[in-house]
């Protein structure tokens, strides 16, 4: 498994979750990541996305200011900080790696998907 997704669950509206993600260091290094999700009947959409160094991050505008995207290099991992989650948010996260080491919102621009893991929101 090159990249595993974890720390999804159930939270109710308003909440928080933390999700992170594990790559290999081949999928990791000098690539961007990023975070997709998808919700039951609907296509996976772009969530957030970062850069290999980090100075360049991207969201879509439905999670702008409430989802952080970051990464910790040194230990090849990628998070997504979930705020002021609503019952919208409820999705099969998704995390991925890019063909390039750029922060990118474009689907096809990613290489590398790891499994799922679902956030719940309630209301």
């Known amino acids: 498994v090159q990249l595993q997704a974890s720390g999804g669950g159930l939270v109710q509206a308003g909440g928080s979750l933390r999700l992170s993600c594990t790559a290999s260091?081949?999928?990791?290094?000098?690539?961007?990541m990023g975070w997709f999700r998808q919700a039951p009947g609907k296509e996976r959409e772009f969530v957030a996305g970062?850069?290999?160094?980090?100075?360049?991050?991207t969201y879509a505008d439905s999670v702008k200011g409430r989802f952080t995207i970051s990464r910790d290099n040194a230990k090849d991992m990628v998070f997504l900080q979930l705020n002021s989650l609503k019952p919208e948010d409820t999705a099969v996260y998704y995390c991925?790696?890019?063909?390039?080491?750029?922060?990118?919102?474009?689907?096809?621009?990613?290489?590398?998907w790891g499994q799922g893991t679902l956030v719940t929101v309630s209301s």
């Open positions: 991925a790696a890019s063909r390039t080491s750029m922060a990118s919102r474009a689907r096809d621009d990613y290489r590398y």
């Open positions: 970062i850069s290999w160094r980090g100075g360049s991050t």
């Open positions: 260091r081949r999928v990791f290094s000098n690539n961007g």
